[in-house]
């Protein structure tokens, strides 16, 4: 046990030396291996970033219910009460009066208001549902059909849904990507080992003649890629938090434009952890390809 | 020790380099494998560090079957062996210690236990005040030391050696023949295979001759160990 620990120790070295040994291919290598594996992650955060933004964006995930012109105050209190017992998340009551007052703030509607002969607005209800799903938002909208003196029934979601197919592909397309840069990483790496294999054909000859296995050849060249694949999902990681605080608070400025409380959320340690996991898996596949293949060709 | 019953060595090209070769070598002897250039010296070499596998017929080092050895088993089995090469097969980006420690890396030795171990074996070869040249300072014979030395740190039981005079001079040799003589006197089991008819008188050592791939006349010469 000690022997093997200590085999595993001196391979980790070797590839440790062997990454020291050429401070600028690594370095190259490092910013191939952190832009593939920071590009789809990148993209997959702006995404969430957006997803965030519609679900916490004011008027976006609401639902108006305009009562009858008929409809008394005692109608809006039963409303009331059945929005209580169905508790959608939160609502409020907009009185007929109120919502004249707030369209009499609109340049140019005053005057037109003025020439009324009565208030022509109805009594409504603005609910803001606690689930948003743009599924759920729509059943609640077909409930609230079905209540008394409801005339209409408002949902302003819908690009909200369709902000959540355009995310869904999306998502795909980066999924498809992220599938495309692996596949890029594990090449990079098998060419890599190739070469440094090609370099120390005659080293590995030796080692096997004075009685090296073929797992103490191919541990120094897998623990290479797999510190490389490391390093990279960790370069990857400073790429995509030095973007992210460049832009959070242009984009933080942009959204409170539009009225909506939003804040730019960036890496968290989860996703770092799991970009230099799926890094050091990567590298560490793309040498076992590289040294299987290379061994057994040197026969 | 080591049994070869009717080993063959058909190449694909159809050259037929060991032709029905059959001998015994018993622990603690010292054997020289002789022959022309081309008479199968180093094929016979090749098959006993299990480099290369019989075509046909038996080889057996301490009861295993070399031939019928899976691949996996084979780094095992050469680790008990001292195998020195007509071309060193040394590396030279690598000081002479660590040439030398290369053996007990992959024999998972600690690092402390490797280094005084190298060290002995740098010191029976007489180079330890040489441990961290480079090998391009070094001259042929002292090479050749160095690879006695790489082959002997394991503490083989037998050392198998493949033209180990070839483009020595004439003291370099004698200093490496020396050497030889020295592990045969401790019971290492030697096996050289060479053409060079200087060293058979001084050794008295025991002959397999070789021609064109058939083994000629064994057991003359039969010398064991002092």
Same mark, same amino acid.
């Given at each position: 046990?000690?022997?093997?620990?200590?085999?595993?120790?001196?391979?980790?070295?070797?590839?440790?030396?062997?990454?020291?040994?050429?401070? @600028?291919?690594?370095?190259?290598?490092?910013?191939? *291996?952190?832009?593939?594996?920071?590009?789809?992650?990148?993209?997959? @955060?702006?995404?969430?970033?957006?997803?965030?933004?519609?679900?916490?964006?004011?008027?976006?995930?609401?639902?108006?219910?305009?009562?009858? $012109?008929?409809?008394?105050?005692?109608?809006? !209190?039963?409303?009331?009460?059945?929005? +209580?017992?169905?508790?959608? !998340?939160? %609502?409020?009551?907009?009185?007929?009066?109120?919502?004249?007052?707030?369209?009499?703030? =609109?340049?140019?509607?005053?005057?037109?208001?003025?020439?009324?002969?009565?208030?022509?607005?109805?009594?409504?209800?603005?609910?803001?549902?606690?689930?948003? +799903?743009?599924?759920?938002?729509?059943?609640?909208?077909? =409930?609230?059909?079905? %209540?008394?003196?409801?005339?209409?029934?408002?949902?302003?979601?819908?690009?909200?849904?369709?902000?959540?197919?355009?995310?869904? *592909? !999306?998502?795909?397309?980066?999924?498809?990507? #992220? /599938?495309?840069?692996?596949?890029?990483?594990?090449?990079?790496?098998?060419?890599?080992?190739?070469? &440094?294999?090609?370099?120390?054909?005659?080293?590995?000859?030796?080692?096997?003649? =004075?009685?090296?296995?073929?797992?103490?050849?191919?541990?120094?060249?897998?623990?290479?890629?797999?510190?490389?694949?490391?390093?990279?999902?960790?370069?990857?990681?400073?790429?995509?938090?030095?973007?992210?605080?460049?832009?959070?608070?242009?984009?933080?400025?942009?959204? $409170?434009?539009?009225?909506?409380?939003?804040?730019?959320? /960036?890496?968290?340690? &989860?996703?770092?952890?799991?970009?230099?996991?799926?890094?050091?898996?990567?590298? %560490?596949?793309?040498?076992?390809?590289?040294?299987?293949?290379?061994?057994?060709?040197?026969? | 020790?080591?049994?070869?019953? #009717?080993?063959?060595?058909?190449?694909?090209?159809?050259?037929?380099?060991?032709?029905?070769?059959?001998?015994?070598?018993?622990?603690?002897?010292?054997?020289?494998?002789?022959?022309?250039?081309?008479?199968?010296?180093?094929?016979?070499?090749?098959l006993l560090a299990a480099i290369e596998r019989p075509t046909s017929g038996s080889l057996l080092i301490n009861g295993k079957n070399?031939?019928?050895?899976?691949?996996?088993?084979?780094?095992?089995?050469?680790?008990?062996?001292?195998?020195?090469?007509?071309?060193?097969?040394?590396?030279?980006?690598?000081?002479?210690?660590?040439?030398?420690?290369?053996?007990?890396?992959?024999?998972?030795?600690?690092?402390?236990? #490797?280094?005084?171990?190298?060290?002995?074996?740098?010191?029976?070869?007489?180079?330890?005040?040489?441990?961290?040249?480079?090998?391009?300072?070094?001259?042929?014979?002292?090479?050749?030391?160095?690879?006695?030395?790489?082959?002997? =740190?394991?503490?083989?039981?037998?050392?198998?050696?493949?033209?180990?005079?070839?483009?020595?001079?004439?003291?370099?040799?004698?200093?490496?023949?020396?050497?030889?003589?020295?592990?045969?006197?401790?019971?290492?089991? @030697?096996?050289?295979?060479?053409?060079?008819?200087?060293?058979? $008188?001084?050794?008295?050592?025991?002959?397999?001759?070789?021609?064109?791939?058939?083994?000629?006349?064994?057991?003359?010469?039969?010398?064991?160990?002092?």
């Open positions: 046990m000690k022997a093997f620990l200590a085999q595993h120790r001196m391979a980790l070295d070797d590839a440790k030396q062997k990454l020291l040994a050429s401070p @600028l291919s690594a370095v190259l290598s490092l910013i191939m *291996i952190g832009t593939a594996l920071a590009l789809p992650v990148a993209g997959l @955060l702006v995404l969430d970033n957006l997803r965030s933004l519609a679900g916490g964006t004011p008027q976006v995930q609401q639902i108006s219910l305009f009562m009858t $012109a008929s409809a008394d105050s005692e109608a809006a !209190g039963e409303i009331e009460a059945r929005l +209580r017992a169905a508790r959608p !998340g939160n %609502w409020r009551f907009v009185s007929r009066d109120e919502a004249l007052e707030r369209l009499k703030l =609109v340049e140019g509607v005053s005057e037109i208001l003025e020439s009324l002969p009565k208030n022509p607005l109805p009594d409504a209800f603005v609910v803001e549902p606690a689930d948003i +799903r743009p599924e759920a938002v729509e059943n609640l909208a077909q =409930v609230f059909s079905s %209540w008394p003196n409801i005339a209409h029934v408002q949902l302003d979601s819908d690009w909200v849904r369709r902000l959540d197919v355009f995310l869904r *592909i !999306g998502k795909l397309a980066l999924f498809m990507l #992220a /599938g495309l840069f692996g596949g890029a990483l594990v090449i990079i790496t098998f060419n890599t080992i190739r070469l &440094q294999i090609l370099a120390q054909a005659s080293e590995i000859e030796v080692a096997r003649l =004075v009685g090296a296995t073929n797992a103490f050849i191919r541990r120094p060249f897998q623990y290479f890629g797999l510190l490389q694949g490391f390093l990279g999902g960790l370069f990857a990681s400073l790429l995509i938090f030095s973007g992210s605080w460049l832009l959070s608070e242009p984009l933080d400025d942009l959204v $409170a434009l539009y009225g909506a409380v939003w804040n730019f959320h /960036g890496l968290n340690f &989860q996703t770092i952890a799991g970009m230099a996991a799926i890094g050091a898996f990567l590298g %560490w596949f793309g040498a076992f390809l590289s040294v299987t293949v290379h061994l057994k060709k040197m026969g | 020790m080591i049994t070869a019953r #009717a080993l063959f060595k058909r190449y694909p090209q159809g050259i037929e380099a060991l032709k029905d070769v059959s001998f015994e070598i018993g622990a603690g002897e010292m054997v020289f494998i002789t022959g022309h250039s081309g008479a199968g010296k180093t094929t016979l070499f090749r070399i031939g019928a050895l899976s691949a996996s088993a084979i780094p095992y089995l050469r680790r008990k062996f001292g195998l020195i090469f007509q071309d060193q097969k040394l590396l030279f980006d690598r000081n002479a210690l660590d040439n030398v420690l290369l053996p007990l890396k992959i024999a998972g030795l600690s690092v402390q236990e #490797a280094l005084r171990r190298a060290r002995a074996a740098l010191d029976k070869v007489g180079l330890l005040d040489r441990e961290k040249a480079s090998l391009l300072t070094l001259s042929g014979g002292e090479q050749q030391r160095l690879a006695i030395a790489r082959a002997v =740190v394991n503490r083989p039981t037998i050392l198998l050696a493949d033209e180990p005079t070839t483009n020595l001079d004439q003291d370099s040799a004698a200093e490496i023949l020396g050497i030889f003589r020295a592990f045969h006197q401790v019971g290492v089991t @030697l096996i050289i295979a060479t053409h060079d008819p200087r060293w058979i $008188a001084r050794l008295s050592p025991r002959i397999l001759r070789l021609d064109r791939g058939s083994l000629q006349d064994s057991a003359e010469c039969f010398n064991p160990r002092p």
